[in-house]
DNA sequence: GGGCTGGGTTGATCGGTATCAATGCCTGAC
DNA sequence: GTCAGGCATTGATACCGATCAACCCAGCCC
């Protein structure tokens, strides 16, 4: 069969129509600062992948060859100590931009907890992009901002938070991570394991499921099942969260 | 008396000598984006002023009409939970630039701790002179890159690692801090209380002076004063920093 | 001088979370 | 079906760092 002739329409005449136009991250990813008639420019040094479930795409200390995008599910970024600690400093679903906190290696690993598509930007030729589009870099700027409020929450959170506020804390980023711009969810979905939680919040494994089994027999959430849980009190996980409940 | 008569040449007829010339940051800071012959302009809107100790100049909330640079003391960043637990996210020093985390509102409170020197710039203004010298976007966006990787490290040592691996991490981060460049320093000076050193490690006042003690009742390090230390066995404290002596 | 205050050190005890351990549940291999 | 392995939950106990408390010291005011 020849592929030229089941899409041949998009493939000779539509020069502007590449697969950065159907990526679903697009609109609210740093590709959002290339116009649409920009983008077969950005398509083209983009390399789309699919990887499987804990496949490690980054490795700290590896020389830093490339950007990374997130268009479909969700990944770990972490740190290891010598002895196997693990810290991991953020988890980046779709729309997520990666390769920011970097000199000429790594800083952090990156690995997959379950099924990802995402699109590969070699350094030189993201740079010569941002040349040519200074609102491409204006946009990472923007996004390495956000990160770092993020860290600083996460500094407060690992310094100074109880085990049940930093719980309370991650049920609520996860909640709103899903729909980030719409009104707040009380359901979702947890696509990480307890031991990848407990690596996240500076806790352990049986700290993480202890919380969670009190927040349930409190009435505070409902367990749908050991990756799904609606928030039944939000405002109540609200408050101790921010730090408001030291008593309860 | 008529100011122009005091400092005549200065100010009519060498319209590229500022008060930015003399900066000793300038070299080290964002604003080595911006060549000799345009500093002028950086010159114009940036307000230098001069703080007392304690002086709180950001607070967390507020709306974010400035950025600031540093060009001599020592200010901490940080955020607070209701009740008072404090978190320190950073100490910035001379060519540390304040208020990238920030989208109108400013993320985390700063305030100095000895007297510090700072100048000032609207956020309008300085958006203004990105435009016309984009090499400085370039520049904060690698500052920004840089803090990234600081705060990821940081959340390792306050999710995984000891109260004398975070001692020790902190340490060595001192004593690198006054000398960016040059070879590793021996001898350090602790601007800050025990308390901030605390706040910033997540641990208690009475730890970390226990933990000092300790180093140095073991001769890993020689207290010359209280914010006055000298590390006698580096190599020591840069294993255990590391993660390497979990036995030691 | 005396008293006061803020910062630092050190000791005794407490408690929150880690650690160790057992069990249950689910899924995949065969 | 059975078995094995990974993940989650729950209980018993240990321990690191927090808390409570006493004391020291230097600087400052009076």
Redesign the interface.
Known sequence: MNFAQVRPVVLTEDHTHSACDDCGARTISVCSAIEDRDLAQLSAIAVHRTLEKSRVFIEEGEAASDFFNITAGTVK?F?L???G???I?GFAGPGHFLG????DTY??SAETIEPVRLCRFSRPRLRALMHDF?AL??R??QT??????T??????L????TARERVASFLLSRADAAHPCGHPQTELRLPMTRGEIA?Y??LTIETVSRVLSRFHADGQITRIATDRIRLTNRAWLENLA???L?GA
Chains 1, 2 share one sequence.
């Open positions: 970024l740190k100590l010598p002895d600690r693990q810290q400093t920011l906190a970097v000199a800083a952090f200074p870099e204006t990472l700027l390495a901002c956000n990160e770092l409020a860290a600083q929450e996460q500094m407060l690992l310094g100074r938070k690596d919040l500076g921010a730090g408001n030291t």
